[in-house]
């Protein structure tokens, strides 16, 4: 892989920080983005991080409408499906850079800026490059995906489950 890095680099004309390859390399080693990298248990332990600052947020705005103490179950209901969707916005923030990630290393052309917006130019990928590029979305790209999609089935689960306890209430 290390000669097909080296190959690619010498032809390429696009600058090292708009290489597909380099940004998912920098979004890999972010500290929000590599939350889906983690094991199940540490990436759930950051999103029930995130829920629990959201209910920071939404516990006041709850409260205003339902007393904690005369309502109890419609405060604990209004606050969690505020703070779910406040995870609900940093879960959608995941996906939408991870899946640019994966849309430029699909691409069998880079589109880059030389200088700035205006001179937009466009590298089509040796085969090396492609392929090398078609591996990571594959084999890395598509598990993080598969395991946002899921987390936002399941947020949509526990959001519904919340409705339906509401109507009971």
Known sequence: MANVKNVSASICPVPQEQRP??????????????????????????????????????????????????????????????????????????????FYVRSRLSNPTVVYEESGWYDCQSWPKTPEVLLQDQLIVNYQLEPILRRLRQTFYGLTVLLVAGGLTWSCL
Do not use: D, H, M
């Open 21 to 98: 390859i380099n940004e998912y390399q920098e979004l890999k080693e972010s500290w929000f983005f590599s939350w889906v990298t983690l094991n199940w248990p540490g990436y759930l332990a950051k999103l029930a991080w995130v829920w629990a600052w959201s209910c920071l947020v939404s516990g006041p705005i709850a409260a205003s409408s339902f007393a904690p103490l005369k309502y109890p179950a419609q405060f604990a209901l209004s606050s969690a499906a505020g703070a779910g969707f406040i995870l609900g916005l940093a879960l959608l923030r995941l996906y939408l850079g991870w």
